[in-house]
């Protein structure tokens, strides 16, 4: 029989296994959502009120790519997406999926494994009358096109609704761009609780497109960059800082860097084992600075050793890079 100390252990071990199973799941089905639209086109708002489409099924999931005739007078594009097949309804020729934005119509039989044909789009006019006075240019420039954005991000009344209850007057480029990156209203809400409650919905875009999650802006303030511009939390997430990297380089001994210095760290790809290795070289501890400008040198520490067997007896690490750039 196990001891009580053995079975609390046991469920403790659990409970972090569970926990950690969840947030990963949450996490890959939030990077699944992101791609679940992608938008392509080759000219300016092309022509798409019809067109082709190719589709296949998985599981409940319907997979669709979509593609016009490539008349160029009209543009052209390619579209995937994808939706549970719930959201379907089979027609007299085909099937169809209607959201509030406007209703697609396909020709052909509805995919069980594969399909194709022809489909076509319109939007809803009471849709349109809706966005009126809530949506700024919601009625400028191409109505197919811009609708079709908010049909494919299935952007509803009570999104937009939403949105206007947190103070924001959003265009239709805009929600277009939210809806396609299921960039959902507890998201924005929950920004709004953070050092980042002023942010504007083209910059929340841009985060969203990077997957700057909420909890990637919690540790990042734990880290002691919770405070850094909005645009370089972008930057840190473009070129993948993450806390893990953050910490490993304080325990290299260059913590609490600053955010632009650390930003230059992760493009040069300095890394704690590079670090490390130059430090095993018996320099003195370089700066942050001159450990970027050794690593853009690509200064390393057989490099070091190469030239002190060459004579050159030196613990500054300046002075190999001047080596370097001499060509030694």
């Known amino acids: 029989m196990k001891t009580p100390v053995k079975l609390l252990s046991l469920c403790l071990i659990f409970i972090f296994v569970s926990a950690t199973s969840c947030a990963q799941e949450k996490k890959e089905k939030e990077q699944q959502r992101r791609m679940n639209i992608s938008f392509n086109n080759f000219s300016n708002n092309p022509d798409i009120s019809s067109g082709f489409w190719t589709a296949s099924k998985e599981g409940s999931t ?5 593609i016009n005739s490539h008349r160029r007078n009209h543009g052209s594009f390619h579209i995937n997406f994808s939706s549970d097949d719930s959201e379907f309804k ?3 020729d085909g099937f169809e999926l209607d959201r509030e934005a406007g209703v697609m119509k396909f020709q052909g039989k509805f995919p069980m494994d594969e399909g194709t044909g022809k489909f076509t789009f319109t939007r809803k006019s009471d849709f ?8 700024l240019s919601s009625i400028d420039g191409d109505k197919d096109y811009y609708f079709f954005k908010l049909f494919l991000g299935d952007v509803t009344r009570a999104y ?43 910059m929340i875009v841009k985060w ?8 990637y802006i919690d540790q990042l303030d734990k880290a002691g960059y919770g405070r850094i511009d909005a645009n370089m939390v972008k930057k840190f997430a473009i070129h993948n800082i993450t806390i893990d990297y953050i910490n490993e380089l304080s325990k290299a001994g260059y913590g609490n ?15 704690p ?6 430090l095993a070289a018996k320099i003195n501890r370089p700066d942050a600075n001159t450990l970027k400008k050794a690593k853009i040198h690509n200064v390393t520490a057989n490099f070091i050793e190469y030239a002190r067997n060459k004579g050159h007896d030196s613990q500054d690490l300046h002075d190999y890079i001047k080596l370097k750039i001499r060509g030694v």
Do not use: C, W
Not at 62 to 66: F, Q
Not at 208 to 215: D, M, R, T
Not at 265 to 270: E, S, V
Not at 273 to 278: E, N, Q
């Open 273 to 278: 084992d590079y670090i490390k290795s130059l």
């Open 160 to 202: 937009v609704n939403g949105l206007k209850k947190l103070g924001y007057q959003p265009t239709m480029r805009q929600l277009g761009k939210l809806g396609i990156h299921d960039i959902d209203l507890e998201y924005i809400t929950e920004l709004r609780k953070t050092n980042y409650s002023d942010l504007d919905l083209d």
């Open 90 to 92: 089979k027609t007299a």
């Open 208 to 215: 969203a497109i990077h997957g700057v999650s909420l909890y």
């Open 62 to 66: 319907i997979y669709i790519s979509l």
């Open 128 to 135: 349109e009358t809706f966005l009126k006075g809530k949506v």
């Open 257 to 271: 860097l600053e955010a632009n210095m650390l930003k230059k760290f992760a493009i040069h790809k300095i890394s």
